[in-house]
Nanobody
Framework: QLQLVESGGGLVQRGGSLRLSCVAS????????VGWFRQAPGKERERVSC????????YYSSSVKGRFTTSVDNARTTVYLQMTSLKPEDTAVYYC?????????????WGQGTQVTVSS
């Protein structure tokens, strides 16, 4: 059974960078689409990125495009979210989620989340 664990969150100043990791166990991520989502207090969950390991396609929300990059390791067990030029509005709990196919609808397996806090 697929399980996901996120790590890499923390406190960073405006303009800084962080790299989040989403490590899979119980299965590799071949043929999975892995999305990064975030949720800030009082706000709806937002899909930040999606990487399809089926065809290699990627998606980024307009709020992070050009600043965030998602990638997968060669073993297809870890998906990363490289975050640069961080802003206070990026502060949220970040989750990864994996589901079979091409899309990150949020109905797959979820990790427990990692907190990202960007100070001004």
């Amino acid at each position: 059974q697929l399980q996901l664990v996120e790590s890499g969150g923390g406190l960073v100043q405006r303009g800084g960078s962080l790299r989040l990791s989403c490590v899979a166990s119980g299965s590799t991520l071949n043929y999975y689409a892995v999305g990064w989502f975030r949720q800030a207090p009082g706000k709806e969950r937002e899909r930040v990125s999606c990487l399809s390991n089926t065809d290699g396609s990627t998606y980024y929300s307009s709020s992070v495009k050009g600043r965030f990059t998602t990638s997968v390791d060669n073993a297809r067990t870890t998906v990363y979210l490289q975050m640069t030029s961080l802003k206070p509005e990026d502060t949220a709990v970040y989750y990864c989620s994996a589901e079979g196919g091409y899309y990150c609808s949020g109905y797959g397996t979820w990790g427990q989340g990692t907190q990202v806090t960007v100070s001004s």
